[in-house]
Nanobody, 126 residues
Framework: VQLQASGGGLVQAGGSLSLACAAS?????????MAWFRQFPGKEREWVAC??????????LYADSVEGRFTISRDNAMNMLYLLMSSLKPEDSAVYYC?????????????????WGKGTQVTVSS
């Protein structure tokens, strides 16, 4: 297992939840562009947020639907990726995945990620 996501659960609308992703093996969160995706039932997996690798400056980027509410970050020393989700809405309910790849930018998508963790369920009640 090279990416292990955790932290999902049930939260009320307006609340906050923090997801964590432990990287291991050949994956270092500083060496890869790291991202969070989510998948709604019956839908394609969609990109939520990404952070560029350290060498590319470490810039972050967010989907419009979560901009201003979600924050992606990483801890290089611990080799961890995080997603802090605030002001959660019922429509944020999904399975969330962490991923490592080569792109954090306009082309970020499922096809640009090389490694995936198992998902963690986030449920936001109204």
């Amino acid at each position: 297992v090279q990416l292990q996501a955790s932290g999902g659960g049930l939260v009320q609308a307006g609340g906050s939840l923090s997801l964590a992703c432990a990287a291991s093996g050949i994956i270092t969160v500083r060496g890869y562009s790291m991202a969070w995706f989510r998948q709604f039932p019956g839908k394609e997996r969609e990109w939520v947020a990404c952070i560029n690798n350290q060498g590319a400056g470490g810039a972050t980027l967010y989907a419009d639907s979560v901009e201003g509410r979600f924050t992606i970050s990483r801890d290089n020393a611990m080799n961890m990726l995080y997603l802090l989700m605030s002001s959660l809405k019922p429509e944020d309910s999904a399975v969330y995945y962490c991923a490592a790849g080569s792109v954090c930018g306009g082309l970020t998508g499922v096809s640009t990620m090389d490694y995936w963790g198992k998902g963690t369920q986030v449920t936001v009640s109204s």
